[in-house]
C-alpha cells in the first residue's frame, strides 16, 4: 500500500484525510505562546547562548587585554592538557562532585523520610535544615573559616579544651577537601530535601497499606516501593547537585581560598584565575570554560538518557 | 519546527563562531563631554581625602568635571581592561602596572605636558612607551621596611637599631624572636604575602628578578639563601605557615597579624604609616631595614595617566600634570604619608606633620637602596613574576618542592613573563 503525499500549501491534511490542527488555528493563535516565551528566550540568548558560543570562539585565540587577539588554534587546549594544575582542578573537581552528588542525594532521602515523619518538632528541624540555603555563599566560608581555623577557630578550641588533637582543617589539603565537601552539603542539602519531601509526598500511601497487609516490612516497603517510585525525583537532585557542585566556587573561594597550594582548587576557581588574575589569559579561561561546559552537559545528557531508560522498563 | 529551531541554533553558533571576538579600538571613549574628565584610581585610605581636594582644585582652577571613581586596588587592572575592551575608557588611571596600558596611553609631551624630566631618573625607562615617549609620571614612591612594636620590644630589653646602624637579618630574626618570647605571641615576623615584599630580601641577599640591562638575572646560590631562611622561617613558625600557604588562616593580610598583637616584627612598607597611626592601640616605629649582602629597602610606586582615547586629551594631560605637580605631591606627602617622586621635592625634603620620624627612616633607606632594584621592580616582567615566585614558594613552605627547584621555577617564570612582555 503506498501513502499518497500530502498536498501542498495550506490544506495539510493527515494521512487519514481530516485537516491538521496547525493549518486550523489562526496564525495569531499559532505565534502567541512564541511570543509568551520570546522574553525569556531573548535572555537566554544574549546571557547564555552567546556568551557559551563566544566563549568558544575566544578559546581559539591568544588575549591577554580582550581586545587584541591572536588566533591560536588548538594551543589553548594543548596548554590546558599540558598544564599540571589544570588536573589538579579537575581531579579536586571530580572529587568534590561525586562526593557531593552522593552525600547530597543519600542525605536528602534520610532527611526526608524522617522530616515526614508524625516526629515532634517536625517544623522547627523542617526549618533548620533549609536555614543554610537562604545564606550567601560568602558568607557561609567566611563562618566556617572562622570555625575551622586552626590556631583559634571555635572547634580547635572545643577539641584541644578536651584534650583532643586540634587537625589543621584547612591546612592539610585532603582534609580541606573533605571540609569544603561536608560545607558543600551542609549548604544544599536542605534544598535537595525539600524537593525529596515532595516526591515522598507524592507517593500513593495505598501501596504502603497493600504492602504492610501482606507483611513487609519497613526495609522491604523502602527498598520496594519508596526507592523506584522516587526514583524520578532522584534524578533531579542528582541532576542539580552535579551541576551545583561543578560550579562551586563563592564559598570555596571564602573558605579556603582555593589552598592549601590549589587542593581545593576547583575547576571554576581555574578558569577565574586565569581569566581575572595577573597574568591575565581569557584564550585560556576560554578554553578551560568550553571543556567545563562539554563536561557538565556530556552528564547531564547521560544522566538524561539513563533516567529515561529506567522511566521505560 | 524542532528542525527550525536546531538549524536557527546552528547558524547563530556558526555565524558567531566566525566572528574575531572583542570590539574595535579604534574612536570613543574618555569621558564623553570634552570638558568633562573620568578619573579611575584607588585608595590606601588616607590618600582618598587629599585626592579629593586636589580634583576639586582642579575643576575650580579649569572649569571642568572631573568624575573621580575609587576602585578597589585588586580589581583595577581587570575593570580597566573590560573598559578599553568596551570604549567606556577613562581618560586618567592611576595604577601599579603600566604594562597592560602601556600601548594605550597618551604621549604627554605631545599633549602639552612636557614634565616627564622632573621626576625620578631611575622611574624614567618605566614611564615611557616602546616609542620612548613618556605616558605617565610616577605619582609616588613607595619603600619596603619593617615596622616594630615598640612595647614587645621594650619587655624584650631590646633596644630598637638607630637609623644609620641597621641590624642584620641574623640579628632581626633574633631579636624579633626574643620580643615574641616577651610577649607570648604566636609569631615573630608578620611578613606580607607578596612577591615585592620578597623582593626585598632577595635583594639585600645580592640579587633581583631582573638586571639593569632588562635581562633576568636572578642568582641561583643567592635566591636559595635568602628563600630558604624564609622557609626556615616558617617551619619554626617564627612567620605563620598557615598564612603562606594560603588557607585556614582567620588573617587577611599580615597586617592584621601585626595590629592585633600576633607579631612583634611587621615586614611592608612605608604606605601603611599613615593607616597604622589611626588603627594601632601600642606603640610602634619604624626601623631600617636588615642588611645581608646589601643593605636598603626595595622601591616600589604608582604611576599616573591619561589615555590617548580620551575625549579631552590636553586636558588629561593637564590633570596628570596637576595632580603630579610640586605642590600637589607635597600635599600628598604630608597628609597620606607618600614618598615624593619629583626631584626637587627629593633634594629639598618633605616636612612630615604625621610620624615624620618613621618617614625619616624609609626615606634613609631610599638612599641605601640598591639602584638596580628600580631596574628589575620596573621591569615590564616583574609583576607576574612576583606572582609567581609567592606561588612556588608556599610549595617550598608545604614541603612539596626544594628551595631550589622554586628557584628555578621562579627564573623560568621570569624569562617567560619577559619575552610575553616584549611581544
Known sequence: MTVAPAPAGRDRRTPDGRRSRRSSTPWNQRLAPYLLVLPNMAIFGVFILYPAVNGFNISRFDSTNARTFTPVGTQNYERLFSDAEFFDAARATAIFVFAFVVLSTVLSIALALLLTQPIKGRTFFRAAFFLPVLLSPVVVGLIWSWILERQSGALNSLLGGIGLP???????????????????????????????????????????????????????????????????TMFVVIILSMIAGFQAFDFIYTLTGGGPLGATTLMVQYIYEHAFRTPIQYGLAAAGSVILFVTIFGLTVLNFLYGRRKESV | MRRAAAVGFALTAVLLAGCSPGSSDDGGGGGGAPNKLVFVTFTDGPDKATTEALVKQFERDNGVTVELQ??????????????????????????????????????LKSAGQDVANQYLDEAQKAIKNKDGAAVALPSDLTMNGPMVNKDAFAKAGIPLPPVDKPWTWDELITNAKAAQKAVGSPFAIAYDKSGHRLSSMLNQYGTDFYGADGKVALDQGKATAALGKFVELTQQNAISKDFWIESGTKYKGANDIFISGDAPLYISGNWQVGQFDKAIKFNWAAIPNPC????????????????????????????????????????????????????????????????????????????????????????????????????????????????????????????????????
Request: contains cysteine.
Open chain 1, 166 to 232: 586540634e587537625p589543621g582543617w584547612l591546612v592539610d589539603g585532603p582534609l580541606a577537601l573533605g571540609v569544603t565537601i561536608f560545607v558543600g552539603t551542609w549548604m544544599h542539602v536542605g534544598f535537595y530535601t525539600l524537593i525529596m519531601m515532595a516526591g515522598l509526598q507524592a507517593i500513593d500511601q495505598s501501596y504502603y497499606e497493600a504492602a504492610r497487609m501482606d507483611g513487609a516490612t519497613s526495609w522491604q516497603q523502602f527498598r520496594h516501593i519508596t526507592l523506584p517510585l522516587l526514583r524520578p
Open chain 2, 70 to 107: 575609587f576602585l578597589p586596588f585588586s580589581e583595577l587592572e581587570q575593570q580597566l581592561q573590560g573598559r578599553l575592551a568596551s570604549n567606556n575608557v577613562p581618560d586618567v588611571i592611576r595604577t601599579q602596572n603600566l604594562q597592560p596600558f602601556r600601548d594605550d596611553l597618551l604621549d
Open chain 2, 292 to 423: 645581608a649582602a646589601r643593605c636598603g629597602g626595595y622601591p616600589g610606586g604608582k604611576f599616573m595617566a591619561a589615555f590617548k582615547r580620551s575625549a579631552n586629551p590636553p586636558l588629561a594631560a593637564k590633570l596628570v600634570a596637576f595632580m603630579n605637580s610640586r605642590a600637589a605631591q607635597e600635599k600628598f606627602a604630608i597628609e597620606a604619608q607618600f614618598l615624593p617622586t619629583r626631584k626637587d621635592l627629593i633634594a629639598e625634603g618633605v616636612k612630615y606633620a604625621v610620624r615624620p620620624a618613621d618617614m625619616a627612616v624609609f626615606l634613609a633607606d631610599v638612599k641605601r637602596t640598591d639602584p638596580a632594584s628600580y631596574a628589575s621592580n620596573y621591569n615590564p616582567g616583574f609583576s607576574p613574576t612576583a606572582t609567581e615566585l609567592v606561588k612556588q614558594l608556599a610549595r617550598s613552605i608545604a614541603g612539596q618542592q626544594s628551595i631550589g627547584d622554586t628557584v628555578n621555577a621562579v627564573r623560568t617564570a621570569a624569562q617567560k613573563n619577559l619575552d610575553a612582555a616584549g611581544k
